[in-house]
């Protein structure tokens, strides 16, 4: 059983930055992968950035450049830098974790972008 708590979100002015973190309780070091998604109100869950176990980040083509995801095993954590926030990045953030034979995922954080 792996439990996922998100932290980080907030309200942050067009062009700024937020870190969200990701804590995660249970196993995760045989995971797949670990990766953030978000969600924007009427919009379907989107993928915003993954690391795989092997430590490959992928991102979506609207955060290249701007948001960078990190992993760190020791500390069982999994954060997005947000950088050059846009108001289309309001959303509710999911921090989700893929092991081989299930997959979790957190409560989500908002964070909204505005001036």
């Known amino acids: 059983q792996v439990q996922l708590v998100e932290s980080g979100g907030g309200l942050v002015q067009p062009g700024g930055s937020l870190r969200l973190s990701c804590a995660a309780s249970g196993n995760i070091f045989s995971a797949l992968a670990m990766g953030w998604y978000r969600q924007a109100p009427g919009k379907q869950r989107e993928l915003v950035a993954v690391?795989?176990?092997?430590?490959?980040?992928n991102y979506a083509d609207s955060v290249k450049g701007r948001f960078t995801i990190s992993r760190d095993y020791a500390r069982r954590t999994v954060d997005l830098q947000m950088n050059s926030l846009k108001p289309e990045d309001t959303a509710v953030y999911y921090c989700s974790v893929i092991l081989p034979t299930s997959r979790y995922w957190g409560q989500g954080t908002q964070v909204t972008v505005s001036s």
């Open positions: 690391i795989t176990g092997g430590g490959s980040p």
